[in-house]
C-alpha cells in the first residue's frame, strides 16, 4: 500500500534513511473498539527511530523533543507499528510463506512424487520430519474458525481469509540471497569504500617522484617506489581497511542477518549441490560447445517420478518451470532454509 505523498514530504523525513512499512494491513478491517493494523516505521542514518506513520489516521507521529511527561502519542505510535510487525510477520512470513507454502511443498510433493527408497526422497525426510503433523495441527488449532488467530488479532475470521488471500496473492518464489534489498546490503552501508578513493595522503614528498606512475590517493607506485614509501602506503592502506572493517563490523552488530543470511545459504546449498554431485555426477563444461555438460552415472533427473516432481514443485511456488540444474539447486535448498533456518528466525520475532 502506498503511502500518501503528503506525509512522505514531511521535513524530518529528509534524513530518513531506512523504513519498514507494514502498512498493507490497513486494507483490513478489524472489530470495534480496535484501529486498523498499518504503520511505517522511518529511521535516520545513525538507524534512530524519527517517526512512525499510522495508516488509521494518516498521520506521521514524532517524538515530542522536550516532553517531560508521558508522550502518549509517541507510545502508542510505537505500540502500533511493533502490533503491526507481529502480525504481519506471523501470519505471513512464518505461518503462510514457511508453513504452509514452501515447507508444506517440500514435504508433500517429495512424498507424493518419488518412491520411499528414491536418494533425493531419502535426502529430503530429515528436513520435512513432523511437517505435515506441525501443518496440519496449524490447520485445525490456528487458522480455524475460532482459532487462534481468530482470536489474537482483531480480524473477523472472513477478514482474516481476506488477509491469507492478499498474503498468498502477493507471493513470489525468491531465493535468500535476493531477500536482503539493496539499501540494507554491507557495501551500501559503508560512509567509506576500501581503496584509493577515500585515501587522503598528506606524505608531500610523493610529488618528488616525477615520471613514476603514482598511487591516486598519495602519488607513490607500490611496484617501483622505495622501501620507505611502501611502508607508508602500507601504513595508510592499512588504516583505511581497518576502518572499513570497524564499519562492517558495527553494520553486521545493528544488521547481522546481512552477514548471517548469506552464509547460512551458501553452508545449504553446498550440501545440496554435493547430494548432486555423488548421486548424478559432477557438472562440467563441455568442450566442444557452451552449454553445460552432465558427467554422470545416471542421467540427471530424467526418469518419470523425477520429472513430475518437478513439476509438482512448480505449481505451489508459481514457477514457470525448472530450466536447468543450478536453479534446481536453488529452489530445493531454498525450501531447505525454509524448514530449517528461516522457520527459527520468524518464528522469534515476537
Known amino acids: ?5 503528503a506525509t512522505l514530504r514531511h521535513p524530518i523525513l529528509q534524513s530518513a534513511r531506512y523504513v519498514n512499512d507494514m502498512t498493507g494491513l490497513s486494507l483490513f478491517a478489524v472489530r470495534a473498539p480496535f484501529e486498523r493494523y498499518g504503520a511505517a516505521a522511518y529511521f535516520n542514518g545513525q538507524r534512530r527511530l524519527i517517526g512512525i506513520y499510522l495508516s488509521e489516521r494518516n498521520e506521521l507521529i514524532m517524538p515530542l523533543r522536550r516532553s517531560r511527561g508521558f508522550d502518549n502519542d509517541w507510545t502508542y505510535a510505537k505500540y502500533m507499528w511493533r502490533s503491526s510487525a507481529l502480525a504481519m510477520v506471523t501470519i505471513s512470513d512464518h505461518l503462510l510463506t514457511t508453513h504452509f507454502i ?39 488449532s490456528l487458522v480455524s474458525p475460532g482459532g487462534l488467530c481468530h482470536r489474537i488479532w482483531g480480524f473477523e475470521y472472513d477478514e482474516f481469509l481476506k488477509v491469507c488471500d492478499y498474503v498468498i496473492a502477493h507471493y513470489r518464489f525468491r531465493t535468500m540471497p535476493d531477500w536482503i534489498p539493496e539499501s540494507m546490503k554491507l557495501e551500501n552501508n559503508r560512509r567509506s569504500k576500501p581503496g584509493f578513493d577515500n585515501h587522503k595522503c598528506e606524505d608531500k614528498s610523493a610529488q618528488e617522484y616525477a615520471g613514476i606512475p603514482k598511487c591516486p590517493g598519495c602519488g607513490y607506485d607500490l611496484a617501483k617506489a622505495t622501501e620507505l614509501q611502501n611502508g607508508f602506503h602500507e601504513d595508510s592502506e592499512t588504516s583505511v581497511l581497518s576502518a572499513v572493517d570497524e564499519e562492517e563490523s558495527e553494520w553486521v552488530q545493528n544488521y547481522p542477518i546481512a552477514k548471517d543470511l548469506p552464509a547460512f545459504w551458501k553452508v545449504v546449498r553446498d550440501y545440496v549441490k554435493r547430494f548432486f554431485e555423488i548421486e548424478y555426477g559432477k557438472e562440467a563444461p563441455h568442450h566442444d560447445d557452451q552449454d553445460d555438460h552432465v558427467t554422470s552415472q545416471r542421467p540427471f533427473m530424467k526418469e518419470p517420478c523425477e520429472q513430475r516432481f518437478i513439476s509438482e514443485l512448480c505449481k505451489p511456488l508459481g514457477l514457470n518451470g525448472i530450466p536447468s540444474r543450478a536453479f534446481l539447486i536453488d529452489v530445493i535448498t531454498q525450501l531447505i532454509c525454509a524448514c530449517t533456518g528461516i522457520h527459527e528466525h520468524v518464528g522469534h520475532v515476537g
Open 1 to 5: 500500500m502506498e503511502l500518501y505523498t
Open 102 to 140: 514452501e515447507a508444506n511443498t517440500l514435504a508433500t510433493v517429495s512424498r507424493q512424487c518419488l518412491p520411499a527408497a528414491h536418494p533425493l526422497r531419502v535426502f529430503l525426510k530429515p528436513f520435512t520430519y513432523r511437517t505435515v503433523t506441525i501443518n496440519y495441527s496449524a490447520a485445525t
